[in-house]
């Protein structure tokens, strides 16, 4: 059974603000990205109007209900049974759905028990448990079980320091190269992440907005499209530096989206969006520097030849990407992460060496056997691996 209902003791420091947003509705965005879709509040009355203030977006929501206490006979009068399966957070905790997500993944497999986990920080201040609501209320009993603590810094419980709030808002930023790491290019999650989370951090603690940094960085990749199309050694040498530049911003929008809880499908397709622009200017600008620096017409004709095999990979990754089904996203998953933007290092290399010629014809004839070889891999290969799965 899915676990739709938290049971959240309202936490003593639920007005504090991480990144902008008070604890207690970042909890609660939390809960509700991973799938909760009701949420009892313990809130004594004394500390009404304080919760009501923390809960931010979701004041007077209709899934939200504050309750006088979490006890038995106040469950049962919120029509809650003793066998709901509930997820139960106490503290002033901090997270990522991931960590959640963790929980409630580990309950699913061991209905009837109580899964735990305890907080990173020195105290362990606080808990994320789920299972069946009854022996919830008894903290676990003889049948709790705590889930071995992630890799990382979170989940995190701000006990009373004056330096909590920075110290979850870093804890929040470092861990942001684990919550992406499915999914980044090698390069990427060496060097580019551990670079962008301090950027991040500095920038989620301002008014700037992920979708400024998405526009602002697409000027950038814009600009190092022109200077590649400047026939001189130090223009395209620049150039080079500048698309790694923006290529590592580019992850900024994303991390600072997550950081203040901003994430919108409107922003995620706008950065897709511009990432292709960048890639397309970027490389009609090293075409037309080839052509400026040699004179071989070879390198127009090879513009429309890669500007074709750019739809070709296009319409090949929608068709990858219309696959459902566990195999196919974990494929996906793995297609992603070695379809990255690391090619941005090996430009610089090869401005250094004055061989961009080499990443013009490479890339031209590239783009086919990428399209094509990932076309016939949806159709063909794919399909029989998930097949091969199921039949065991």
């Not at 609501?133 to 603590?149: F, H, M, S, T, W």
């Not at 920075?166 to 790491?181: K, N, Q, V």
């Not at 390198?299 to 074709?308: A, F, K, S």
Request: aromatic residues 10%.
């Amino acid at each position: 059974m899915a676990t739709e209902t938290a049971l959240i003791a309202a936490p003593s420091r639920a007005a504090n603000e991480i990144f902008g947003r008070p604890l207690l509705e970042r909890l609660i965005l939390s809960c509700e990205r991973a799938g909760i879709r009701r949420f009892l509040i313990e809130a004594p009355k004394a500390r009404r109007n304080e919760i009501e203030t923390s809960l931010g977006r979701y004041r007077s929501h209709p899934a939200i209900t504050l309750i006088d206490s979490l006890e038995p006979a106040t469950l049962e009068h919120e029509q809650l049974s003793p066998e709901t399966a509930c997820i139960a957070l106490s503290g002033n905790l901090v997270f990522f759905k991931s960590q959640l997500e963790a929980v409630l993944a580990e309950a699913a497999q061991k209905p009837g028990m109580i899964v735990r986990l305890t907080t990173a920080d020195s105290d362990h201040g606080g808990e994320i448990a789920a299972g069946p609501c009854a022996e919830l209320l008894r903290r676990g009993g003889i049948n709790g079980e705590q889930l071995p603590k992630p890799l990382g810094d979170l989940p995190f419980a701000l006990n009373g320091r004056p330096e909590d709030r920075e110290e979850a808002e870093l804890r929040l930023a470092r861990s942001l190269r684990a919550e992406t790491a499915a999914k980044d290019a090698p390069m990427a999650r060496w060097v580019d992440r551990k670079l962008s989370w301090r950027l991040s951090m500095r920038l989620a603690r301002t008014r700037i907005t992920p979708n400024q940094i998405t526009i602002a960085n697409t000027l950038v990749g814009f600009a190092a499209g022109w200077m590649f199309a400047i026939p001189s050694y130090w223009w395209r040498l620049a150039a080079a530096v500048l698309f790694l530049i923006s290529i590592t911003i580019d992850g900024v929008d994303g991390e600072l989206a997550r950081l203040t809880m901003s994430e919108t499908d409107f922003g995620g397709k706008l950065d897709v969006l511009t990432d292709n622009l960048v890639h397309v200017a970027v490389f009609i600008g090293i075409f037309i520097g080839c052509y400026r620096a040699s004179g071989g017409v070879a390198y127009l004709w090879l513009t429309v030849l890669v500007l074709i095999g750019f739809g070709l990979c296009s319409y090949a990754t929608y068709r990858a990407f219309s696959l459902r089904g566990t195999v196919a996203e974990k494929w996906l998953e793995t297609l992603d992460r070695w379809s990255g933007r690391d090619f941005a290092y090996l430009l610089v290399i090869l401005a250094l060496l004055n061989r961009l010629e080499w990443f013009a014809w490479g890339t031209a004839f590239g783009t086919y056997v990428f399209g094509f070889g990932l076309m016939w891999l949806t159709a063909h290969k794919l399909p029989s691996h998930a097949a091969a799965i199921e039949r065991k």
